[in-house]
Each structure stands twice: as structure tokens, then as C-alpha cells.
């Protein structure tokens, strides 16, 4: 697919261009304001059509849509590969487990959603209570590059199964990817603008945030996050934040070695290390750590970026390389020792991997997310030790444990918003549970239930069946009835333990 040739307005156009070699991949219209709003208030009406459909017409259309990216994924990794520069192979494996979310939000937003009858209390017991959960109308979503696909579609496919119109604002670096989403919506849905994409920089999604969406759904950096929830702030537009991480692999002395440097390695090399889920620190038990690095250090040697059979691509920001090189010069500055890679891994936009051992805690390649292929590995005492710097780190997004006999009580102890034992990241592909973070990871979930609740609001509904023998809610109430309240009071709630 080419991009656009066709300028939105009179908007400056923006170029994309593939980080590998440079070559321009297409040219995309900047939403001005004026466009977004113009976009949000189109959304609106189509989002009220969209919502009457009902949950089984919704899941109808989205069952369709997620044929025609299935039919579609050659295409669409070959432009995922050409805009941010990962293999096709991993971008299709990126398709594959972003359609297993599709198909569960269509097939069970009823379930989660819809009104169901919930029981009153003894004083209430004159009413029948429901409750359901409604769309807000129209949800804002602003996403990533790096997973162009997996991670807006946790939200744009949730919220549509919700019953809200969707307007998306991909990354500058991936917008033909939002451009073929949107147009594969299109064909199955022609009828409303129900899912649309605004094409832009930071501008246009600092616009979408102060449109009059009802909710927005952000993916990026916390420093990013930040801006976003500035700019919502100013309308008390509500939001749910999936922001950076500096997530940790722990390997237990009994773990499988083996196993877990497999993880390790394609947890924190996998897209570069581009990835918000990404190990960037390893703690590894005294008792294995030398067989451990080993493993690890002989498995990443295998890597390669930017050749004939590279199996991760270049970093995809030209800015990121000089995070990437000022973590590794601080860490080695500070003692660090170069276990694989080090600064002469740094080639233009592509870096080879770099295993880092003895870097000090307060290292920025510790502190900071690196976004590159980088790891850190680290030596403890025992689990303790390795879970109280795990959590020292202000990013609580996942984590992975490798043990044979504690994996969940270690994972248990983890300030993180999910956890795998004894896999890398298995947590995030599961269709029924949340993902997210805490701390400067951000808030809020997406897949599963958690996930389709974010994008609807509850509503209770009451109805009286019968007139109350005990009116409690009126001036008519008596001291009689006060008397007989203050005796149930004590018999419901007097009785406790302290």
C-alpha cells in the first residue's frame, strides 16, 4: 500500500521514511486542529449508529475486520517492516497475537458489558437493581510505533466493541499502518466514519487530547504521558495510560538456565529492544550466575542486526541512538563490565547487542528505559535481594521469574502490573487478562475484561417493585421506623470482629 497522494486541507505534509536505508515510504497530511475536531465531531454521530447496532451486529463487523487484516497480513507487515524497520516474520507474529484480542473483545463485550441484575441490600429490598456498562461515544486513541498494530488495537478493537467511534492517531513514524487499519474498517463498516485516523506530529495528538472526545487510550513514553495528561486535564477528559518500562527477568538457582537466557535473550533483543515490556535488567542467584551469563552472553552473540539474515532491525527514533550511547558510556564509566557489545556496537542506526555486567544501581542503563538492545545482568545474594531491586525502580509494567519451586511466591512480591513464571511476556498474549503497569508505567488496563471496561462507563439503574415498609428516604419516616433501622443496624453490622 502507498501512502496518501492527496493532502488533508492546506496541511504541511510529513515524510516517512524507512529507518534502515532511508528510503521514503510515503507522505502523510498533518491534522490541524481544525481537522481534528472536525474529525471527533463526525465521530460522534457515526459513534451513536455505531452503538445502536447492538453487541452482536458490533461483533459481526469486527469478526470482518479482523478477516480482512488476516487476508491482509503479507501486506501489512511488509509496510510495518518498511516504516519502523522490524523483520516481516516478527511483524507478523505481532498480527497474529493483536487478532487472538480482536476476536476475544468481539466475542465477549456482551458478557462483560450488558445489563445484568444485581442483588440489594436488606434495607433496599423494595428495588430491583441493573447494572451495564455504556460507551462514552467516542474514544481517542493515540499510539505507538513499535507495535503499530498489537498495541493500538488493545484499545481501538476494545473500545469499537464497546460501541464507541474510534479516531486514531498512529505514530509519525508508523501512520500507513493506522491508514490501512482504518481502511480495512471501512470496508466492512462503509457505512459512518466509525473508526477514523489523524495523521500527524505531537500537535495533532495534543489537539485529539483537547478535542471533545470522551476518553482517551495513550501508548508512549511516561515523558510523553505526561504532556497527555496535561492536555486532558483540561476538559476532565479521562484516560488510560500504557507508558514506559524497565522491566526485569529474575533467574532463581534452581531455575532452568537453559530456558530462562532463551527468554532473556529474545525478551530484551526481540524489535531491537524497542519495547515497552522489554527485559532491560537481569538478576540472576550467586549460586548460577556464571553459568547463566554464559548462556546468555553465547546465545546474544548470535544476534545480529543489519545484515542479509538479520533477525532485529534498526532503532527506529535517529534520537534513541544517543540514549542508547549514553547508558552504555555512563555504565562503563562506572565500572561496568562489557560482557558482549559496547560502544563499537553502535553503527548509524542499527546496534548490535550489548550485555552489560556489575553496572551500579544507580546507572541510568538501570534507572532509565533504554529502548535498544541492551541488558544489564546482575549477581544476588538470593530472591530477596533480586526482588527489592526490582522494585526499587520507579516503572512497574511487567516482569518474568524463572524457578522451579517459588516462581509465584517471587512473583507475588513483584510491584509490577503482570508477571510470567518461567516464560517471557506470556502474560500479555493471553486474551482474558489485563495489561498494564503502575508507578511511571502508567494506569489502567487493556485486554480482557479489565480491558473492555476501560472504555465504558458503569451505569446502575434502580426500580422500586414495591412501596418500602421502612421509608428511610423521605420526610414521612418516623421515630418508629428510625427505632426499628437502629435495631437492624445492630443486628447487620453490630455483631462484627474487631
Known sequence: MTAPTTIHGNA?????????????????????????????SSAHAAGKW???????????RLDAWRGEIARGRNELAELIHREMGKPVSDAKLEIAMALEHVRWAARNAAKVLGRRSVRPSLLTADHAATVEYLPYGVVG?????????????????????????????????????????????????PEQPVFQVVTGLGDTGNALCRSGVG???????????????????????PLLMECGGKDALIVDADADLDAAADAAVWGGLSNAGQTCLAVERIYVHAAVYDRFAGKLVALARGIDAGGPDAKIGPITMPQQVAVIRRHI?????????????????????????????????????????????????????????AVELVNAGTYGLGSTVFSRRDGERIAARIRAGGTSINSFVAHATVPTLPLGGVGGSGFGRVHGPDGLR?????????????PSPLPLTTFRRTDRIDAVVDVLVGLLHGRSHR
Not at 12 to 32: H, K, M, Q, W
Not at 50 to 60: I, N, P, V
Not at 361 to 385: I, Q, S, Y
Open 12 to 40: 504541511t505534509p510529513f515524510e516517512v521514511r524507512n529507518p534502515a536505508s532511508g528510503d521514503l515510504v510515503g507522505i502523510y497530511p498533518v491534522y490541524t486542529r481544525d481537522d481534528v475536531d472536525a474529525a471527533v
Open 50 to 60: 455505531w452503538a445502536a447496532l447492538g453487541f452482536a451486529e458490533r461483533a459481526r
Open 141 to 189: 486513541v493515540v499510539g505507538p510505533w513499535n507495535y503499530p498494530i498489537f498495541t493500538p488495537l488493545g484499545s481501538v478493537s476494545f473500545a469499537l466493541a464497546a460501541g464507541n467511534a474510534v479516531v486514531f492517531k498512529p505514530s509519525e513514524y508508523t501512520p500507513g499502518v493506522g491508514v490501512w487499519l482504518a481502511d480495512a474498517f471501512a470496508r466492512v463498516t
Open 215 to 237: 476518553k482517551i487510550g495513550f501508548t508512549g513514553s511516561t515523558a510523553t504521558g505526561k504532556l497527555v495528561m496535561a492536555a486532558c486535564a483540561e476538559n476532565l477528559t
Open 329 to 385: 558510556e555512563d555504565a562503563v564509566a562506572r565500572g561496568a563490565q562489557v560482557l558482549l557489545g559496547g560502544i563499537d556496537s553502535i553503527r548509524g542506526q542499527f546496534v548490535q547487542p550489548t550485555i552489560l555486567a556489575d553496572v551500579p544501581e544507580e546507572a541510568a542503563a538501570v534507572t532509565e528505559e533504554t529502548f535498544g538492545p541492551t541488558l544489564t545482568v546482575t549477581k544476588v545474594r538470593d530472591m530477596d535481594e
Open 454 to 466: 476501560e472504555f465504558a462507563y458503569a451505569k446502575a439503574t434502580t426500580r422500586q417493585r414495591f
